[in-house]
């Protein structure tokens, strides 16, 4: 007969919930040693993560490779208590002032030379720049052909003159004509346009005409030949629509209120009557003009002329 095999006691319910709240209980009533402070042992794994998180952000606010999306500058009391002053906004603005006025001085007998002279408000290292260089200009042509010539020549009433004019004076720009005349006893004296050059008040350097209203070179250059052509066909000189002589030399392209404007030279597209002609090939926004348009071409400022423009000038 086998013998009957004995099933295990089985722990009731009671018993076994019972030894659980002990345990549970022991549990809470632990703490644990953490960051220099008594931390519940339930507890532990948030106080470490929320430790974990707060030391990323603090490295990542430390660090230098990583900027910030907004900044908030101190106020002024915090600036003061920590004994440093209030920092300025690094996108402000200035406003400045800048005044030109024609100076004349004479080169020896019957000549004469006129420069523009720029001075601001405020020390400006660009509008010094613009200053110094349209002075070494004026230097320079005290040594020109024009100039030098009048001491080979012995003519009565021979004059030689160089002369800087401006065409445009708005918005931080300057154009500057520089144009030549002189007087050798013949029938009538000869103006030259020597060049036009465009200056960024702000920065000092120059800007071409084309890029200043959005276009290529070759887009002005085709402008030129047209007005040139229109200029020639009202006149009844040709009944072409571009510019006859290819050989011709290119115009000078001057900013003014009107737009770009192509000045040729004497000659250039009729008889010493017609003087140089200059052409509005465009508005300021780079804009074919839609009919022939001329600008009177002003080269002789008065002595001692004057003006100023403002503008705002970035930190």
Known sequence: MLPVQQKPPVPSRTRTRGAAKKTLGAFLATTVEFAGLSVPAFALPAAIAAVTAAAILVHVASSPNVA??????????????NGSPQQEDSSATQEVTCSFATQTESNGDNRELSYIQLTSTEPNDAIEKIDQNLKSREEAAKSSRNQTIMDEVDIPGSTASYRQS??????GYLCVVESEYVYFGSAHGNHLIDAATIWDLRTGETVTPAKFVGLSDSDLEGMADI???EYLAAKG???????????????VYALTADGIVAIFQEYELGPYSDGMPALVLCDLNGTKTTELTTYQLALANEDNMTGQQFFSLEQ
């Open 68 to 81: 910030s999306t907004e900044t908030q500058a101190p106020s002024q009391e915090i600036a003061e208590q």
């Open 166 to 171: 401006i065409t445009y004076f708005n918005d």
């Open 227 to 229: 007005a040139a052509g």
């Open 237 to 251: 000189t040709s009944s072409s629509t571009s510019r006859p002589d290819v050989e011709a030399e290119p115009p």
